[in-house]
Structures are given as structure tokens and as C-alpha cells.
């Protein structure tokens, strides 16, 4: 491999073929750790601040490697972005010979099979449908692979899609008639013969992981595999080592068994009245809940009686359409498949509701112990506006991941910007089974004493008293009316985003202030980004969603203000769970595990105020718990090193002297006249 001082050197290879490429130590002692973990077949746990270079760092000796990588990233956004932008320009620097692939998941790629379906059906809910329904099979005779991001006229979340896609439950596999020509295979086989295969978590574990039918030879064939975004792996790996089933998946097997009777069983009514009986006991299920937006354990559902009939006459009816797709199974390949489903799904709904086994007491050996650790779980119920979804969620999936990554020697590299918690990784190792990783942290280069303030108010309300969120609009104003717009107002829960938007609303109009205020949920993310960044002085409400993986930079964004720190709601199923598996072992779930994740995420929300070295501006966190607690040092320490004041008159003398900066900087970048 190259030396890399030299390719990141001021004459080396990034800064001869990427304008404006700055030499950084951070990144390159990044890539140094990266390349000795590739080298050594290792395991790398690295926080790379905002400003690191974090991409490139590992892009590098990825590239250079000579072996096969695959990069897993948590969110399609990004995924893109190293696809289309990120790696190209590394490989042209590096002039390397690498090929790469983008890979997706099913629902990204058409599918000749439901395609063909749905057409023959012909069941459409609105004129506008039946339009996309055209615009895809035109599509379908000349698209080279088959991704739904091109298919011009259609929107990616058109309702037609999940009619024209595939799903791993209801993909024929090699018994469909078109699977010579499936682009999801294509997709793979491609991936399997590129050198850097680029893919997102969820990706990673739903097929790669758990070896899908043409993913499955691409881990057991990779040298190295790099997590960027890594905070968001424990809670993506638990939801795929765990079990669901769900409102949509068991409507989408009546809906699928249904259009198969049509053709292939028209003998049979029953099983088309089958599917109508299955259909009503789904929705008999939601409407067994008053409210939405619920997650509850299953211990909690005991006692409710109209739940218990429901689940009851639900398992009967899925039961009842089982056996009719038995006895047609060997009529077609969709009715085999079909049946091969209603079987899985009968089998995960019975084992939710078998009774709830005690932890087991006495004196293991530490096989048994680990054994039981593997089998524990906790069973809940999450309920939508029109769904619900009953689940099964390991509370340990250290020793699963860990088996795992010792299936095969490899490199593991995992990174973030959000990792650490006062530069320490073993809340992270511990939770993942990376008990022997080399860890490394490397701060921002950003100068955030001159670029940020952080700003925490005195004389606070308790942070679940009902008074609180007023009193965060009456903190902020003045901070806001200071920074002229220009702001995210992020809330740890819907409620408290929607009562701010209407105080704040209130205060704009009465204080006739031409501030255009934005509220999640009135568009995408996308949509709503592109809006702020657009409008002057704009000011967004927003929940969670915008914690993280958001990049405004610029003037557009000078103030961050965030309610509460975030702790996640203790009456959370697999919270409540975990919290009392650690306390049962003697150790303290506080300290170690809702701690820690409480601190990564308010570095998450944190962390959308400065994202380059000309940005600057103010962050007000309203928790004055995070000054008056014993704990609330650890969660200080753990963000960058911000100006730090408790008085609120030192806000508007930060903007006026920002402005007086910037005016300077306008005006010393001016040409002289003549």
C-alpha cells in the first residue's frame, strides 16, 4: 500500500486531484488505524468529529487495499452520496482501478413478476395509479437495472410501488418465471464482481448478514467491512436479530393469496373468503387499541380482554387460511410461496404468544449463562394511526454479533461522529461484543471556542412538568429575535415540537416578525431542508427526525436550541427490559447504558449547529440538569468545547460581534475597486 504521509501530503495524491483538498492530521492518523486494521485483519471502533474527513480517511486505504470492501452506511442519503460523489473523486485521485456497485434493497427494483401481476389484476384505487402502472412497464422494456429512482413521472412513494416490487417473503427465487432477468439479481451479481460494494444497515443486515438469496456470498468474500454512522448499528442489529410480525405483512399475504386464487384456484372460494376473514381479524387487532402511537409490553396486555379475542381470532384466522393454501400449494409457484409465508407467519405469531418464561435462577455454568443471555427477549406491541406491529426483540446482541465476526477473519472498521462519551468506547464495545477492538477518538478541527456558544438558562422548570415547553419558548425568544430567524427548535417528543410551533407561532405573529416558520411533518426532510435553507431568517420546529444526518451550512443556521436531554422514555418496552436485565446483574443500567445513549444523541442534535470552519453560532440546551446533576458533567464533557455561559446577555453580544466578523471578512475578500 502507498505511503499514506504522502498521499496526504501537501503534493500527494488527494491534493493534486481534489480542489481545495487541505492537508488535516486527524484524517490522516485516521487512515493510518484504518489501513493497520485492514492490514491486520482487525477491529477498529473510531469517533472522527465534524470537520475530520472522516469519508476520506477510510476511503483511502479502503480503496488502496487491494481486497474487496463493502461500506455500510445508515441512511440511503449518504449511501448515494459516497456512490455518486465521495468514492469517484478518491478513485480519480488515486488513480486505482477499483470497480463499485450500489446496492439496494428489493423494494428499490422492479419486479417483472408483480409487475405482470398487477397489470393482469387490474385493481387500482385512482386514475393516477393506473398512469404510473404504464409509466413502469414502459420503463421495465428499457431500464438497464430496474432502480425505481429512475423511473421519471412516478414519485419514489407513489402507492403503486409496493404493487410492482418484490419483498423477501413474497420473491419466488429461482421459481420465477423471470428470474433470469430479475434486476434484483443482476443488482447482486454485480455487487459480487465489484471491488467496493457500497450499502446501507438495514441493507447490510436484512440481506447480507442473513445471506439472501444472491447477497449471501458477499460477506464470506470481503476483506474489510466499514460502519459508517456505527451509533445507529445496536438499534438496527437488534431489530434483525429479533422477530415481527405485522399488520402489513399479513394484509399483503391475503392481498398476494387472493390474486393467485384468481388464477390459479378458481375452484376454490373458500379461499378467497379466507383471505376476507384474515383481513377483517387484522384490523380487528388495531381497533382492539383506542390509541396510536403506543409501544407496549406484552406483560401489559395480560389483563385486556378485548386484545386477547382479537389475537386469539386473529391466529385462528391465519390458521384457517394455512390450511387452504396447503391443500393448493402445488397448483403454482405464487400459491407455493404463498403458503411457504402463511407458515412462517403462523409460526413467529405462535411463539408470541406463548407465555413468558421467568429468568432463570441457579448457578449456570458460563455456557448457560450465556445461552439464556442469547435467548432473552422481551415481546411487545407497537401500534400506528392504522397498523400495528408485534415484536420480538433480543435484549443482548453482543454475543450473536460477536459469533458473527469470528465466523471469518476480516477487518471491522466502525465510525461515527458520535461514538464516544468523554472519549471513552466501552459503553459501544460492550453492547456490540467488540470486547478486544482498538479504539481512537480524534477531535474536530473546528475552533469552537470562537465559533460557538453554548448556552444553558438558569431558574428552569422540572423538565417533565407541564410548564416546561412554554418556558423554553420564553428562553429562546430573545436568543432568536438575537440570531434573526435562522433556527432549529429541536423537542425530544411530538407533543412539546407541536406546543412550541404554536407558541412560537403566536409570538411571530404578535410581534408582527417576518420569520417563515417551518413544522416537521409539513413535507419530507428533503423538502423541508431545501425550504429553510431557501427562505431568509427561517425557523424550523422539529422532533428527533432532525438530530442527526442534517447538514445546513452557512448563515442559514445560527441557533440550535434543544428541549431536554434524551433520554429515551423509560416506559419503552425494550428500555424497561434491558434496564432490568443489567440492574438483575448487579450493575448499573443508568451509568452504563441510558447514559451513554443520552449523551450520543444530544451530540447528534448538538452537532447540526457547526458544520465547517466558517459556520458559527449558538447551541441552548434548556436542561439544566445536564449543570445541576452529578451526571450531567459526563454528558458536558462529551460535546465539543464550546464557549460555555449561564447568561443569557452574552447571546446577543456573540451575534453582534459575529456580525462584525463577517462584515470584515466581506469586505477583505472584496477586490479593490480599479
Not at 478513485?91 to 427494483?109: C, H
Not at 383481513?279 to 409501544?295: G, I, W
Not at 470562537?450 to 410548564?467: D, G, H, I, T
Not at 448563515?555 to 434496564?579: G, H, N, T, W, Y
Request: glycine fraction near 6%; aromatic fraction near 8%.
Amino acid at each position: 500500500m502507498p505511503d499514506l504521509d504522502h498521499v496526504f501530503g501537501l503534493d500527494g495524491a488527494l491534493a493534486q486531484g481534489i480542489a481545495g483538498f487541505r492537508p488535516r492530521q486527524q484524517q490522516l492518523e485516521m487512515a493510518q488505524a484504518v489501513e493497520h486494521a485492514i492490514e491486520s485483519q482487525g477491529i477498529l471502533v473510531a469517533e472522527a468529529g465534524t470537520g475530520t474527513g472522516k469519508t476520506y480517511a477510510y476511503l483511502v486505504p479502503a480503496l488502496l487495499s487491494g481486497g474487496k470492501v463493502i461500506i455500510s452506511t445508515g441512511t440511503k442519503t449518504l449511501q448515494d452520496q459516497l456512490f455518486q460523489r465521495d468514492i469517484p473523486t478518491v478513485r480519480a485521485a488515486l488513480k486505482v482501478p477499483v470497480t463499485v456497485a450500489l446496492l439496494k434493497g428489493r423494494a428499490n427494483y422492479v419486479c417483472h413478476y408483480h409487475l405482470e401481476k398487477a397489470a393482469l389484476e387490474g385493481r387500482f384505487s385512482s386514475r393516477e395509479e393506473v398512469k404510473h402502472l404504464q409509466l413502469i412497464r414502459s420503463y421495465a422494456h428499457t431500464s438497464s437495472n430496474g432502480d425505481k429512482s429512475g423511473c421519471a413521472g412516478v414519485p419514489e412513494n407513489a402507492p403503486i410501488w409496493p404493487h410492482v416490487t418484490s419483498t423477501k417473503e413474497n420473491c419466488l427465487g429461482t421459481d420465477c418465471p423471470h428470474h433470469k432477468e430479475c434486476y434484483v439479481m443482476q443488482a447482486r451479481k454485480e455487487a459480487m464482481a465489484a471491488d467496493v460494494v457500497v450499502v446501507n444497515h438495514h441493507l447490510f443486515f436484512a440481506d447480507v448478514w442473513l445471506r439472501d438469496e444472491g447477497a449471501g456470498e458477499l460477506l464470506p468474500a470481503c476483506n474489510t467491512v466499514v460502519f459508517d454512522e456505527a451509533h445507529q448499528l445496536p438499534e438496527v442489529a437488534s431489530l434483525f436479530f429479533g422477530d415481527n410480525v405485522s399488520s402489513g405483512q399479513l394484509l399483503e399475504l391475503a392481498r398476494d393469496s387472493r390474486a393467485e386464487a384468481l388464477t390459479e384456484a378458481k375452484d376454490m372460494p373458500a379461499l378467497n373468503e379466507a383471505c376476507g376473514k384474515l383481513e377483517k381479524a387484522v384490523k380487528d387487532l388495531r381497533l382492539a387499541f383506542e390509541q396510536d402511537n403506543l409501544r407496549l409490553p406484552k406483560h401489559q396486555l395480560a389483563g385486556n380482554e378485548k386484545f386477547q379475542l382479537a389475537l386469539d381470532g386473529l391466529a385462528a384466522r391465519l390458521i384457517d387460511l394455512l390450511n387452504l393454501l396447503e391443500a393448493t400449494a402445488e397448483r403454482g409457484e405464487g400459491l407455493k410461496n404463498c403458503h411457504e409465508r402463511a407458515l412462517a407467519l403462523n409460526d413467529k405469531l405462535h411463539a408470541w404468544q406463548l407465555d413468558d418464561e421467568p429468568p432463570a435462577a441457579g448457578n449456570d455454568d458460563e455456557t448457560g449463562k450465556e445461552k439464556r443471555r442469547e435467548k432473552e427477549s422481551v415481546r411487545w406491541v407497537e401500534v400506528f394511526s392504522h397498523a400495528f406491529q408485534l415484536n420480538s426483540t433480543p435484549l443482548d446482541i453482543a454475543d450473536v454479533f460477536r459469533k458473527q465476526i469470528n465466523i471469518q477473519k476480516r477487518a471491522w472498521v466502525f465510525t461515527s461522529a458520535t461514538l464516544a462519551v468523554n472519549r471513552e468506547f466501552k459503553h459501544y464495545c460492550y453492547e456490540m461484543g467488540l470486547y478486544d477492538a482498538e479504539t481512537a477518538c480524534w477531535d474536530s478541527p473546528f475552533d469552537y471556542k470562537s465559533q460557538a456558544l453554548l448556552y444553558v438558562p438558569k431558574n428552569m422548570p422540572e423538565p417533565n412538568s407541564r410548564e416546561f415547553t412554554a418556558a423554553v419558548v420564553d428562553e429562546a425568544w430573545p436568543a432568536l429575535k438575537a440570531s434573526q430567524g435562522r433556527a432549529f427548535l429541536l423537542f425530544t417528543s411530538l407533543r412539546a415540537m407541536r406546543e412550541a410551533y404554536e407558541l412560537v407561532k403566536a409570538r411571530l405573529e404578535s410581534e408582527v416578525l417576518d420569520y417563515p416558520l417551518l413544522l416537521q411533518g409539513e413535507g419530507s426532510r428533503t423538502e423541508l431542508l431545501e425550504r429553510f435553507r431557501s427562505l431568509p431568517h427561517a425557523v424550523l420546529v422539529a422532533s428527533q427526525t432532525f438530530w442527526e444526518g442534517i447538514d445546513v451550512k452557512g448563515e442559514a443556521l445560527q441557533l440550535v436550541v434543544i428541549d431536554k436531554l434524551p433520554f429515551a422514555p423509560p416506559d419503552d418496552p425494550v428500555l424497561s427490559a434491558r434496564v432490568d436485565q443489567i440492574n438483575r446483574a448487579g450493575r448499573n443500567a443508568f451509568i452504563e447504558y441510558q447514559l451513554p445513549r443520552a449523551a450520543i444523541t444530544l451530540k447528534q442534535g448538538a452537532g447540526r449547529l457547526i458544520r465547517d470552519e466558517r459556520d458559527a453560532g449558538v447551541l441552548m440546551i434548556c436542561d439544566t440538569r445536564i449543570v445541576d446533576k452529578p451526571y450531567g458533567k459526563r454528558i458536558w464533557q462529551s460535546l465539543p468545547p464550546m464557549l460555555k455561559t449561564r447568561d443569557a446577555q452574552v447571546i446577543p453580544r456573540f451575534f453582534a460581534q459575529l456580525a462584525t466578523r463577517r462584515a470584515a471578512q466581506a469586505e477583505a475578500e472584496t477586490p479593490a475597486a480599479g
